[in-house]
C-alpha cells in the first residue's frame, strides 16, 4: 500500500499580509492580555503550525475519508492514525493559543489561532471536529459552570485530557431547537437524571479520549416549552468516578463527506442511569449560554470553510500549471500548435482568478472579524463597536465562506477536468466534505434570517451605520484612486444598493409583508457579503499598490502584491455589479415560490 501523502496547501504570504499590512495585528501585540506576544511569535507559530499539520493530520486525511469511523460493540472507532494525532496535537500546544494563562494557555490573540485553526482545518477537517468541538465545550464550562465543574471538567477538556460534545439535534428538533424534548429529572442530590435521544452529534463517541462531556440541552418537567425553557446539562460517557453513566451510542450516520468525524445517534438513560449535572446553578439558561458562544461555533464553521475552499483553489493551481492539453488560443488555426499548460486557457485562468479573489476576500472578512474581538480587549472603551462589528459580521462569515466552499470545491474539479473528479486528487473529498457548513450550527438560511431580522436593527441599527460609515470613508478615501476608481466607484453603487434594500425589508416588516423578508433574506445575506469582501479585497490592493510602488523589479514580493490587485479588480468587475443586479430582483417583489400550490410542484 503506498503511504499516505499530505494534499493540504496554504499560502502563508497571504497569513502574513492579512494578519499585518492589511489588518495591522503588530498594534495588538505587546499590550493587555498580549503582552507576552510579538511578531516573531505570531510569525513562528504560523510556520510550525503548518509544519506540523502538513506532517500529522495532512496524511490522514485521505485515509479517514476512505475508511471512516466504525461501531462495534457500543464503542466508536475513529480511522488508523488519528489517536497518536489527538496526542500530538495537545503536546504541541495548538488548541491553547489563545486560551488564557490562568487556564494553562498561552494568551494569544484569538486571531491567532484562528490562523492556526484554518490550517488545522485545511489539512484535516473531519479530525478537526474533535477538538474543535472540546473546545466549544470547554468553553461553555469555563463561563458558566460552577468553579468545582470548570476544575472537573473544563481544565481536563481544555488540555486534551476528555473531549466534548454539544447535543441541540433530536429528531424533531433540528432549526427549531426549541423542541428538544429530553427531559432531566431532579434528583435528592441536586444532580438529574436525563432521558431522551440526540441525533447527529459530532464526536458523540470515539477512540480518542478516555471520557466524553456531552453538553445536552434537556428540559425539566415544570419548564415552559420553547427555547426558553431549556437547560444545559454536563453529561459524561462515564461519571467522574470513572463508572458507565447510561449514555448508549445508537448507530453512527454514513455520510457524504468528513467520514472520520463520528456522527452519532446518542440515548441518554434507557436504563434510568444517566445522571447530569446542570451547567451553572440556574435552570433554564441552556440556550442563553449555547448563544453566548454560538458566534465563537459560527466563525469555526466560516473558518472551515475559508480553510478547505483555500486548499481546493490551491491544488487546482498546481494542477492547472502542470497540465497540458490543447494549443494556446492565440494559434488556434495551427494544428501544429505545441500543447500548452491548461493555465494558458483563458476559461481556466477565469476560475483560477475567481478562486483566488473570493478565498483570499473570505480569509480577509475573517481576520476583520476576528481583530474587532482582539481589539475589543485592549481598546475596552470602543468594545461596544467592536463586538457589534462582530455580530454583524457573524452570519456573513458563517454562511457566505460555507455556500462558497461547496461551489469554490466545485469550480476546482471543474478547472482539473475529469482528473479532479477521481479519488487521486483530494478535491473531490474537500467538495463533499464542505457540504455540511452550510447546513449545521443554524443552516444558512437560518444565518441570513438572524442578519435581517436581528442584526440590521441591532442597537436601533447603529452597528449596521458603523460599519456603512467605514465603507464609505474607504470610498471617499479612494474614489480617484488613479488605478482602482472604477472599482471603487463599483463598490459604491453596490453599498448604495445595501441601504435601499435594508429600507425595504424595514418597509415590508412594517407595511405587511413579512413573507418576502425570509423569499429574499439570502439573497441580501450574500449581497452584503460580497460589498464586504469587495471592500476588503480593494483595500488589500490599494495597500499592495503603494507596498509595490517602493519594491525594485524582481523582487519576489512584486508577484504578490501584483496578485491582490488583479483579484480586487476582477471581484469588482464580475461580482460586485451583480450587488445591484440582487437589489434589483429584490425590489420586484416575486412571490411564485410563495404562490405556487404545494400539489404545482409536481404532480406525482
Ligand atoms: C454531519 C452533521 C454533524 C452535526 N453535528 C451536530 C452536533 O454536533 N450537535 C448537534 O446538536 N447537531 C448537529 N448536527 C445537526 C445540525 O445542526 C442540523 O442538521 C441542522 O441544524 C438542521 O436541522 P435538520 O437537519 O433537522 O433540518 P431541518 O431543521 O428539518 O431543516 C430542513 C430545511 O428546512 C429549513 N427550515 C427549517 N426550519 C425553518 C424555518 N423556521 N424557516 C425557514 N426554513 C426552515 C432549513 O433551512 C432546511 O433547509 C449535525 C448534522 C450533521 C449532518
Known amino acids: 500500500m503506498s503511504q499516505p501523502i499530505n494534499r493540504y496547501k496554504a499560502?502563508?504570504?497571504d497569513f502574513r499580509f492579512v494578519l499585518f499590512e492589511q489588518f495591522q495585528m503588530q498594534d495588538l501585540l505587546g499590550k493587555g492580555p498580549f503582552a507576552n506576544w510579538g511578531r516573531e511569535e505570531?510569525?513562528?507559530?504560523?510556520?510550525?503550525v503548518y509544519s506540523w499539520a502538513t506532517k500529522v493530520l495532512g496524511p490522514l486525511n485521505a485515509v479517514g475519508d476512505a475508511q471512516g469511523c466504525r461501531l462495534e460493540n457500543g464503542q466508536v472507532y475513529t480511522p488508523p492514525g488519528f489517536k497518536e494525532a489527538w496526542k500530538s496535537l495537545f503536546d504541541a500546544g495548538w488548541r491553547s493559543l489563545a486560551i488564557e494563562e490562568k487556564h494553562g494557555g498561552q494568551g494569544s490573540p484569538f486571531t491567532l489561532a484562528t490562523v492556526a485553526e484554518e490550517i488545522m482545518c485545511g489539512a484535516n477537517t473531519a479530525f478537526n471536529m474533535y477538538p474543535g468541538l472540546t473546545q466549544g465545550a470547554a468553553d461553555i464550562i469555563m463561563n458558566f459552570g460552577t468553579p468545582e465543574q470548570q476544575k472537573t471538567y473544563g481544565d481536563k477538556m481544555?488540555?486534551?485530557?476528555?473531549?466534548?460534545?454539544?447535543?441541540l439535534t433530536e429528531p424533531q428538533a433540528g432549526s427549531d431547537v426549541g423542541s428538544a424534548t429530553t427531559k432531566a429529572i431532579r434528583r435528592p442530590d441536586g444532580t438529574y437524571n436525563i432521558v431522551g435521544t440526540k441525533i447527529f452529534i459530532s464526536g458523540g463517541d470515539q477512540d480518542l479520549t478516555?471520557?466524553?462531556i456531552h453538553l445536552v440541552l434537556a428540559r425539566t418537567d415544570d419548564a415552559p416549552q420553547g427555547t426558553k425553557g431549556l437547560s444545559l446539562f454536563i453529561v459524561g460517557k462515564k461519571r467522574p468516578d470513572g463508572s458507565p453513566n447510561d449514555v448508549a451510542v445508537g448507530g453512527i450516520e454514513h455520510k457524504m463527506g468528513i467520514k472520520a468525524s463520528s456522527t452519532a445517534i446518542l440515548n441518554f438513560g434507557e436504563n434510568?442511569?444517566?445522571v447530569g449535572e446542570l451547567v451553572g446553578t440556574?435552570?433554564?439558561r441552556g440556550i442563553q449560554q449555547m448563544f453566548v458562544m454560538m458566534n465563537y461555533a459560527r466563525i469555526g464553521v466560516g473558518i472551515q470553510g475559508l480553510a478547505v475552499a483555500s486548499s481546493a483553489y490551491l491544488n487546482a493551481l498546481e494542477y492547472a500549471k502542470d497540465r497540458r492539453q490543447g494549443s494556446s488560443i492565440k494559434q488556434w488555426?495551427?494544428?501544429?500548435?505545441?500543447?500548452?499548460?491548461?493555465?494558458?486557457?483563458p476559461d481556466v485562468r477565469r476560475m483560477l482568478l475567481d478562486m483566488k479573489s473570493r478565498v483570499e476576500g473570505i480569509r480577509a472578512l475573517a481576520v476583520k472579524l476576528?481583530?474587532?474581538?482582539?481589539?475589543?480587549?485592549i481598546e475596552p472603551e470602543k468594545a461596544d463597536y467592536h463586538n457589534g462589528q462582530v455580530d454583524l459580521l457573524v452570519p456573513l462569515l458563517k454562511a457566505y465562506s460555507s455556500d462558497q466552499a461547496f461551489e469554490i470545491c466545485a469550480t476546482a474539479i471543474q478547472t482539473y477536468g475529469g482528473a479532479g473528479y477521481l479519488k487521486d486528487w483530494p478535491v473531490e473529498q474537500y467538495c463533499r466534505d464542505a457540504k455540511i457548513f452550510s447546513i449545521y450550527e443554524g443552516t444558512n438560511h437560518i444565518q441570513a434570517l438572524d442578519l435581517v431580522g436581528r442584526k440590521l436593527s441591532q442597537k436601533g441599527g447603529a452597528n449596521v451605520q458603523a460599519f456603512a460609515k467605514e465603507v464609505g470613508a474607504f470610498v471617499a478615501a479612494n474614489k480617484e484612486h488613479p488605478v482602482f476608481k472604477d472599482a471603487i466607484a463599483q463598490l459604491g453603487a453596490a453599498m448604495e444598493s445595501i441601504t435601499s434594500t435594508a429600507m425595504r425589508f424595514l418597509m415590508w416588516f412594517n407595511g405587511g409583508k413579512m413573507e418576502l423578508v425570509p423569499l429574499a433574506a439570502n439573497r441580501f445575506l450574500e449581497m452584503m457579503s460580497e460589498a464586504t469582501i469587495g471592500w476588503l479585497l480593494l483595500d488589500a490592493a490599494v495597500i499592495a499598490d503603494k507596498a509595490m510602488a517602493g519594491l525594485p523589479e524582481g523582487h519576489p514580493d512584486r508577484a504578490f502584491y501584483t496578485g491582490k490587485r488583479y483579484a480586487a479588480q476582477y471581484f469588482a468587475n464580475n461580482v460586485l455589479p451583480t450587488v445591484a443586479a440582487k437589489a434589483a430582483l429584490i425590489a420586484k417583489e416575486e412571490r411564485t415560490p410563495i404562490e405556487i400550490p404545494d400539489n404545482a410542484f409536481a404532480t406525482i
Open 11 to 13: 499560502d502563508l504570504r
Open 42 to 48: 505570531v510569525e513562528t507559530v504560523l510556520d510550525e
Open 158 to 167: 481544555l488540555h486534551g485530557v476528555w473531549s466534548g460534545t454539544m447535543c
Open 210 to 212: 478516555d471520557n466524553i
Open 272 to 274: 434510568g442511569e444517566c
Open 282 to 284: 440556574e435552570e433554564q
Open 333 to 345: 488555426k495551427d494544428a501544429t500548435a505545441p500543447r500548452v499548460p491548461i493555465i494558458e486557457h
Open 370 to 377: 476576528t481583530m474587532h474581538l482582539d481589539r475589543a480587549k
